[in-house]
């Protein structure tokens, strides 16, 4: 229809093998009924290789790049060159000091998992100083010790990552009237309750380039609640995953310099738990490398190394075949390039879900980083009671994205009244899925199907 996809066993497998991926069984069902493959603009997915430069490296590396690393902190290569990427991107000079204040790793692994073992970290942390060392196993936990973690809602799958530790998820609105921008004394409160409510761990997470609005959160409002956080000791993950995914002329706002100026002062006994991820994939378009940084106080990011160890053996090529492309001036060129498209994109897309949807402004947002917005579900779609994605996929052949995006295996959550648009697909791609909704009668207003 609007381009060549892969068949669906090409990413899945075959057609009925059990799956926990929802979105699989959406793809089955629309195959099964005879229908091409579906163009997915649900996920983040791939729609074309990397820059050339990017793949040419991996096959210019040494034979031990391709076997398992020493070191729990990733490749040796690719963490120097972090050290400095992140020092420099961040704007981290004058607030910490390299080595001492803060320190540099890759992820030697996909960025959730970084964010499950923080969360576990805190876990075993607050049981040891409670209880004693675990012995026999991992223990139930009590109500009143639950750990708590605080994000906003909608967001990305933080409750696939730390529910499934015995996290209770609390959150804050974002809002399309409020640009999806948070509250911060509605975020203190519910830090405040939640400290109230347990004797274990609460964790604040900070997505500044907001999946999935695209909204940047401004540098005052990161600031507040970073100061929100500290107030009632709460541990704070920032995830950077879209960092270095803005449109051009905007500086992105750096949590991680707001928090270690926050810091600052600060004796490091007093000092609560804290961890920086950010995502290499998403900004190169490689999600599936798996590829990223991760920043934290050297103490923190030994103890986060001793947990990686019990879960794997960290290695492979990918790593110091990113280290070369952050040192190329190609990948600054790819990412300028990378940042105007998606800006132009997000305009086009305004354009037509105001002109060939009949979308009010209020109907969605188009944001200025990451590769994703948010649209609204048409009010006689929800009036009608229907499944706004499996109708768009019925309809055009087009999978949308969930709006809270659901862990699979766990309950599903409750998508509200509005979905989300991948567009760091190629524009063609993605006007042309818009195109398509518009004939298919999938209009603000209900229009008969064309």
Not at 26 to 47: I, Q, S, T, Y
Not at 146 to 171: C, E, F, H, K, M
Request: aromatic share 6%.
């Amino acid at each position: 229809m609007i381009a060549l996809t892969p068949a669906l066993r090409d990413i899945a497998g075959p057609l009925g093998e059990p799956t926990p991926y929802k979105d699989v069984l959406l793809l089955a069902d629309h195959e099964k009924d005879g229908h091409p493959p579906a163009v997915r603009l649900n996920l983040g997915e791939a729609h074309q290789a990397p820059h050339p430069s990017l793949v040419a490296a991996i096959q210019s590396l040494p034979a031990h790049a391709h076997g398992y690393l020493m070191t729990p902190y990733g490749s040796p290569v690719l963490r120097e060159v972090l050290r400095s990427y992140i020092t420099t991107t961040h704007r981290l000079d004058g607030v910490g000091e390299l080595g001492a204040d803060y320190d540099v790793a890759s992820c030697a692994g996909h960025t959730r998992s970084v964010m499950g073992d923080f969360g576990r970290l805190l876990i075993e942390e607050s049981d040891r100083a409670r209880r004693g060392p675990l012995r026999g196993g991992v223990r139930a936990l009590v109500r009143g010790n639950r750990p708590i973690a605080v994000t906003s809602d909608p967001s990305w799958d933080y409750a696939g990552v730390l529910g499934p530790l015995g996290y209770d998820l609390r959150t804050f609105g974002v809002r399309r009237e409020g640009r999806y921008q948070p509250d911060v004394t509605e975020v203190a409160q519910v830090l405040a309750r939640a400290r109230r409510d347990t004797a274990g761990p609460v964790i604040l997470v900070v997505n500044p380039q907001h999946n999935p609005s695209g909204a940047h959160w401004r540098s005052e409002v990161v600031r507040g609640m970073i100061r929100a956080a500290l107030a009632t000791g709460a541990a704070v993950l920032v995830d950077d995953a879209y960092y270095g995914v803005v449109d051009p002329g905007v500086v992105p706002t750096s949590a991680l310099a707001i928090l270690l100026d926050e810091l600052r002062g600060t004796g490091s006994s007093a000092r609560p738990r804290w961890l920086a991820v950010r995502s290499l994939g998403k900004q190169f378009a490689c999600n599936g490398w798996g590829v990223g940084s991760q920043t934290a106080s050297p103490d923190t990011l030994r103890l986060l190394g001793e947990l990686l160890t019990r879960r794997t053996y960290p290695g492979g090529p990918l790593e110091p075949a990113m280290a070369a492309w952050l040192s190329s001036p190609d990948s600054r060129r790819f990412l300028d390039h990378h940042n105007e498209r998606l800006a132009t994109k997000r305009a086009e897309v305004g354009r037509l879900l105001a002109d060939e949807l009949r979308y009010p402004p209020h109907g969605y947002f188009t944001g200025e980083c990451s590769t994703y917005m948010l649209i609204r579900v048409p009010p006689w779609v929800v009036d009608e009671g229907l499944d706004y994605r499996r109708l768009v996929l019925k309809r055009t052949g087009v999978l949308l994205g969930e709006a809270r995006m659901s862990s699979p295996g766990r309950p599903q959550i409750s998508q509200g009244d509005h979905a989300r648009l991948y567009v760091g697909a190629p524009e063609e791609v993605v006007t042309g899925a818009l195109k398509a909704m518009a004939s298919a009668g999938l209009t603000w207003g209900k229009s008969s199907w064309r």
